[in-house]
């Protein structure tokens, strides 16, 4: 099993950046994937960003993109998403999560979770 804490959740008005930071340890040379996904009130947990634990190949959710990037420090154990344009539709519960299957957007193919981060945007 993988545990991973999540950090850098916060307040943040429209247009501003926040950078969000995920810690791994216990067995991650079983991870194929680290992503990041989010769960606004009311709305089911939705994928945000992943990548490939071993060589860093990326992908992203079509809402994301050109505003959020993802990055994995090897070394560190370590994988950030640099949140860049905020918007007030981006606040939510943001999870760190690691699984097997690169290029999965589905909550259920990803088997260690994190606690969540709080993002709030105010406009």
């Known amino acids: 099993q993988v545990q991973l804490v999540e950090s850098g959740g916060g307040l943040v008005q429209a247009g501003g950046s926040l950078r969000l930071s995920c810690t791994a340890s216990?067995?991650?040379?079983?991870?194929?994937?680290v992503a990041w996904f989010r769960q606004a009130p009311g709305k089911e947990r939705s994928f945000v960003a992943g990548?490939?634990?071993?060589?860093?190949?990326?992908y992203y959710a079509d809402s994301v993109k050109g505003r959020f990037t993802i990055s994995r420090d090897a070394a560190k154990n370590t994988v950030d998403l640099q949140m860049n344009s905020l918007k007030p539709e981006d606040t939510a519960v943001y999870y760190c999560?690691?699984?097997?299957?690169?290029?999965?957007?589905?909550?259920?193919?990803?088997?260690?979770w994190g606690q969540g981060t709080q993002v709030t945007v105010s406009s």
């Open positions: 999560a690691a699984g097997p299957r690169f290029g999965s957007d589905r909550a259920t193919d990803f088997d260690s």
């Open positions: 216990g067995r991650t040379f079983r991870t194929n994937v």
């Open positions: 990548t490939s634990w071993s060589r860093g190949n990326t």
